[in-house]
């Protein structure tokens, strides 16, 4: 994906900061999302570009920054685990809502945003124009570093065939 400069927004760090100090956000580097890159990663990419969004077109870029960097509070790899209750797209958000209250006060529009951040793979709709938002741009993150993944990977076969080429000729 495309760098963000979060870290030196100032106004952005001001409203996520008390956030990504604690150890339960922090925790979220040890996991992998999408091949490519941490969850930490891309909670922070979708709070950040979802916030800017929401900020363009005057929404409450508030809870849309902190409510996106803990859409995906959990602590589980989603590709081997599985649940019973249901699917991982209908469970995970779930687990997440329940962790970021036990960090912080959400308020309505912060619990939509978490709960429904899965929206088309699951059916309840977004209440709310900022839930929207999240779940569309972490749709984006998801495909956007799922294909940085296969282009690396491409380019890492390619340099492999080439240097077989080389020594063949
Ligand atoms: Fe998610
Ligand atoms: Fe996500």
């Not at 685990?81 to 469970?91: N, W």
């Amino acid at each position: 994906m495309k760098s963000l400069d979060w870290k030196n927004d100032s106004e952005y760090m001001a409203i996520v900061g008390d956030l990504l100090e604690k150890k339960e956000v922090q925790k979220l580097d040890n996991y992998t999302q999408h091949h490519n890159g941490t969850r930490l990663d891309h909670c922070i990419s979708v709070s950040y570009e979802s916030y800017l969004l929401a900020k363009k077109h005057n929404l409450d870029a508030v809870s849309t920054a902190r409510a996106g960097l803990l859409h995906d509070l959990f602590y589980y790899d989603w590709r081997t685990t599985k649940f019973t209750l249901g699917s991982h797209a209908f469970i995970h958000p779930r687990v997440a809502l329940r962790n970021a209250e036990k960090l912080t006060v959400l308020n309505d529009k912060e619990k939509d945003i978490i709960l429904k951040h899965m929206w088309g793979a699951t059916i309840a709709r977004p209440k709310y124009f900022e839930s929207s938002i999240v779940s569309f741009v972490d749709d984006e993150q998801a495909i956007t570093e799922y294909f940085d993944h296969v282009r690396k990977e491409f380019k890492m076969k390619l340099m492999k065939y080439k240097e077989k080429v080389i020594k063949f000729i």
